[in-house]
Structure formats: structure tokens, C-alpha cells
């Protein structure tokens, strides 16, 4: 009978023992599982903020691209230093960067464009109409309409080298400054409500191949 009661209990206890031994090796695969899938998700999460930064790249990359196109296709370049600030202004007075990218020596026009540009942020027409009531805003003209500006004083830049090696450090880009100027000019707003003038504006212009370009403003 004591043999048969040892037996018995022997059985119990391995099995007692198996049954703990099968609920260890149940939980511990599971926790290694989640601690694996933790960094599958952070990689996944880090590859999805990578893409949606090179998306916003490639946006504002294309439309830049886009709008030197357009000015290249419908713009002509100009042939006295008045006529390309009237380009630049006439940009915001039309919508359209095409005209201030033809006002300006390349990289200068490209720069701004970047500066300014939504940048895939919002629409080019949400854009505009943002920039519209802020002018207007600004110059208490109600809602901005356009821009016009008059020069009022030049003074000729003699050491056209020096604005050449200028724009190759800054930008990348050679050209042949035929001529240089400074000007001082005046930029009056207009809205629905009335205009402002602001005086005093300065702008470096250079000739390149025959036309007048911006190549610097203060």
C-alpha cells in the first residue's frame, strides 16, 4: 500500500513539474516575439517619416522646377533696369513667380522662389490669398492688389569682377556682368482701401548677355 501511495505521488509531482515546465516555454517565445516586433515597428515608422520628408523635397523641387519652365517659355527677359522691377512686381500683382524668376539673374530668382513658395504646404491659390490679406494688413490697404515701384537714384557699380566672383561663391553660378548698378527705389502697395508708399528700397541690377537683371535686394 506505501509502495503504491509513493508511486502515486511521484506521478503527481511530474506531472505537477511538466505542466509548469509547458507553462514557462508558452510564455517565454511570446515576450521574445513582442520585444522583436518593437524595433519592426520603429523602423517602420522612421521609414514612413523618411518618405513623407523626401515627398515634401521632390514637391517643392517640381514646382520650382514647373515655374522656371513657365518663365523660360512666356517671359521674356528685359532691356532697362525699371523694366525688371516692374517683372518683380508684377509676380505678385499676377500670381505668378514665372515673372519675379525673370526679373532676377538665375539663382537669386531661384532663391526667392524657395524662400517664398508654399512649398507644397498649401495650394498655390490658399497661398496667394494668405498673401494677399497679409500685405493688405500690413500696409492697412484693406486687401493687397499690387505693387509699383519708381527709381529715384543710381549710382554705376565699376568693379563688375567683384559681383561675378560674388555670384559663383554664393551660388554656383558664372556669368559675364556686363555693366552694374545700384538703385534706390520706391515701392508704393495698393489695395481695396487705399495704397501706402515705402521709400528707400535698394537693388543691385546687373546687365547679363543684354538684358537687366536683380541680382541683390535690401
Not at 25 to 42: D, F, H, R
Not at 74 to 92: C, G, H, M, N, W
Not at 138 to 159: H, K, L, M
Amino acid at each position: 500500500m506505501k509502495k503504491q501511495m509513493a508511486i502515486l505521488l511521484a506521478g503527481m509531482l511530474a506531472a505537477a513539474l511538466l505542466l509548469n515546465g509547458c507553462a514557462a516555454g508558452e510564455g517565454t517565445p511570446q515576450k521574445a516575439e513582442e520585444t522583436e516586433s518593437m524595433p519592426a515597428e520603429m523602423n517602420s515608422e522612421a521609414e514612413s517619416a523618411d518618405k513623407e520628408e523626401e515627398s515634401v523635397e521632390e514637391t517643392e523641387a517640381e514646382s520650382t522646377a514647373a515655374v522656371s519652365e513657365s518663365a523660360e517659355s512666356r517671359i521674356s527677359p528685359v532691356a532697362t533696369r525699371q523694366e525688371a522691377l516692374d517683372l518683380y512686381d508684377k509676380a505678385f500683382a499676377e500670381h505668378d513667380f514665372a515673372y519675379l524668376l525673370a526679373a532676377c539673374i538665375e539663382p537669386y530668382g531661384q532663391r526667392n522662389v524657395v524662400f517664398l513658395a508654399p512649398g507644397g504646404s498649401m495650394s498655390e491659390e490658399a497661398y496667394w490669398g494668405e498673401y494677399d490679406d497679409s500685405q493688405g494688413r500690413y500696409y492697412d490697404i484693406g486687401v493687397f492688389e499690387s505693387y509699383s515701384s519708381e527709381i529715384t537714384a543710381e549710382t554705376q557699380v565699376e568693379d563688375t569682377k567683384a559681383i561675378e566672383e560674388e555670384l559663383l561663391q554664393a551660388y554656383g553660378y558664372s556669368c559675364t556682368v556686363e555693366e552694374a548698378y545700384e538703385v534706390t527705389y520706391n515701392r508704393m502697395a495698393s489695395g481695396t482701401e487705399g495704397t501706402a508708399v515705402n521709400e528707400g528700397y535698394r537693388a543691385q541690377m546687373v546687365l547679363v548677355d543684354g538684358s537687366w537683371y536683380i541680382s541683390k535686394m535690401w
